[in-house]
Structures are given as structure tokens and as C-alpha cells.
């Protein structure tokens, strides 16, 4: 098994760990974050074991636009039509710390810029 199959979103993703799951087909999880920075905080996370998106192949184009189209049924779905910040921390200067790829939704307030 290779490190990116065993990140702590693999095991949601095998339900061998619990999560608040908000969405999901066959390509895409959706679930709140547990450590929440706005009162809506959703990950989305493609169910192939991408590390971020700076390591993504030319044959992820079709999942990672699928993730994007994603982002706007979680956020239509969570309600958040004043807007939202749509965020993927990527490596070590990044803030990354789960490395299996993920969107973060932050919404239900006000988000100001730029972020820390
Ligand atoms: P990042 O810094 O971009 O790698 O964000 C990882 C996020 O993942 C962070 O906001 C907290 C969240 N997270 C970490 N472990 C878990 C978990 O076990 N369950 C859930 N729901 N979220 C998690």
C-alpha cells in the first residue's frame, strides 16, 4: 500500500473512520471538516488517492474538473448563496496537512482576504 492510500481520508473514504458525509459518487466524497473555520466548512476529496494538486497527472483533468462542478452542488446543497471560498492547501508553505487532495468550502460568513 502506498503512503497517499493511507491518509486519514482513505479511511473515511472506507468508512473504517466516521464522518459527517454530505455527498458522494463514484468519483467524490463530501464531508464536514472537524475542525471548522466558518460555520460551513465541507471537504470534497476525489476517491483516487491524489496527493495535492501540484502532483496531479494530465489523466486527472476530467476527475479535478468533476471536483470543481462538485464544489457548486456541496454549495448549493449547504445553502451558502451569499458566496463562499473555495481553497486547496497544497505542500508545507501551503498549510497542507492531509495529503490526500481536497477542497475546502468556507462559507456562512463573511471571509476576509488575504487569509493568514
Ligand atoms: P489541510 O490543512 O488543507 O491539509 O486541511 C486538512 C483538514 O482536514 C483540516 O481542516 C482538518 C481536517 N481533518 C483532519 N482530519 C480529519 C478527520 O479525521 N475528519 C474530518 N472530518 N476532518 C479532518
Redesign the pocket.
Known sequence: MSETTDT??S??IRRE????IVYEDDLALA???????APV?I?IIPKKPIVNIATAEPEDQALLGHLLLTVQKVAAQARLENGYRV????GAD??????HL?I?ILGGRYLSWPPG
Open positions: 486519514i481520508f479511511k473515511i473512520i466516521p464522518a459527517n464531508f464536514t471538516d472537524v475542525n471548522p473555520q466548512h471537504l481553497v486547496m492547501n497544497t501551503g498549510g497542507q496537512t492531509v495529503y481536497h475546502h
